[in-house]
């Protein structure tokens, strides 16, 4: 798995260390390498609907997802669905 240093959803930047992968129906998976604090976690998932999810890699190059994609975590893991 490639790994991200930063996650931009909307307007909202997140600095986090994760691995992540990208599927071919465009889901977006974020794997946390240390757990992310609970408040961000809160941050996160006050808005669950996102029309941008941007991705910046540890080659300082940005992937972005524009589209309607819904949050999900599960067991610390964020999924974002295409909506």
């Known amino acids: ?3 991200i240093t930063k996650l931009f959803l909307n307007n909202l930047e997140f600095s986090c260390l994760a691995n992540y992968s ?4 465009q889901t977006v998976v974020v794997e946390p390498v240390k757990p992310l604090p609970e408040t961000t976690y809160q941050k996160m998932l006050q808005s669950v609907y ?3 999810v941007a991705l910046k890699t540890m080659e300082d190059t940005m992937i972005e ?18 909506n």
């Open 1 to 3: 798995m490639a790994q």
């Open 50 to 52: 996102f029309t941008r």
């Open 65 to 82: 997802c524009s589209g309607s994609y819904i949050l999900k975590k599960v067991y610390g893991v964020l999924v974002f669905t295409k």
């Open 22 to 25: 990208i599927r071919i129906d």
